[in-house]
């Protein structure tokens, strides 16, 4: 691939500005909506406190190399400084199985990616997330319940036996346990198309959970399926609102759920930031629209993105569809070249910034104290069939 080169003079990257709703939903206090909607336990210090960093500093200092933080792209620059190490949820979960001398696993990222670190880490290393409140809008989009009731809905159209489950790794343990119960396998916006191929192998139809748009990129745009080749199950519809016909002559059968942050790019972005800003090139997340991602000029993962920024040559210019405190630093980092957010309002992911300074701090400080506070401990059985779902992943050729 060429990269365009564009004739701008590179500028600072300037924010857009934000709205009060986002605001509403960070830092202190539960959201009822939310996946787990928990406040955290004790006093959280507030965030006024001039002496949060030096507490957080004092506090790891203590806990040595009995803890381990890991911080994924898209936290806050205030948390992010105090990440070990930093990643997408797939690299960090492998991260905290490589350090088994860590007891303390700090988790600042989301509630799923909290599990999936569970999940892979020895008995002995204790994973906490920060702000339990910390969930994630798509994960929340499939319940445990719901993908069994659809289960059964294809097992009485007389296609589940040909079908193969493919969740993305943006999904809660009991999806991964039900994927790897039921033959399949975990995916991330970096092996889809392996995945998807690899499932190909073992059955006739592929049951995708839970993001209908990494899913429908994949399979139309690197499989060369056709959108009819897809349907859309509905869980809040009788038999997911597909007939019986549907089901049986679909090839990918796409769950209803979205990523509330890359949901919100349009195709009218693209267009709007190529008319402003001639020769600038499109960069996006799969987890954005199909109708985006085709006007696009590069898909791919959040480690793609970062990537193509570091190789990018100067004085190229660049929008980005992802989350904005990945674009801010990725901006940051590339002085050299022209980095704007493709949408012209903020586009944070809410859930992911609960974790924030004073989460992190009483956290830390709880951990100090000998409080184990925020644990995510996956049931047993469900982390073996889970395990048994992210194995299937490693071993994709
Ligand atoms: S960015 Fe989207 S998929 Fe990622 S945690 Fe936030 S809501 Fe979930």
Redesign the pocket.
Known sequence: MTIAESPVTPTAFSEPSSTPLALLLLGRGSDPESERGVDCPGELPPASDPDLVARALAAKATLGSRVFVLGHH?QRDEVIQFADVTGDSFKLAREAAARPEAEFIVFCG?HFMAESADILTSDSQTVVLPDLAAG????DMASDQQVREAWAALEAAGVAADTIPVTYM?SSAAIKGFTGEHGGLVCTSSNAERALRWAFEQGTKVFFLPDEHLGRNTAVRELGLTLEDCVLYNPWKPNGGLTVEQLRNAKVILWRGH????GRFSPENVDDVRARIPGINVLVHP?CTYEVVEKADYVGSTEYIIRMLDQAPAGSAWAIGT?LNLVRRVAAAHPDKRVVFLEKTVCY?S??NRIDLPHLVHQLEALVRGDVINQIHVDPIVAAHARTALERMLALP
């Not at 990523?259 to 890359?262: A, G, M, Q, T």
């Open positions: 898209y989301v994630c809008s798509m994960a943006n990523c509330s942050v890359h987890e989350e992911c859930t992911m």
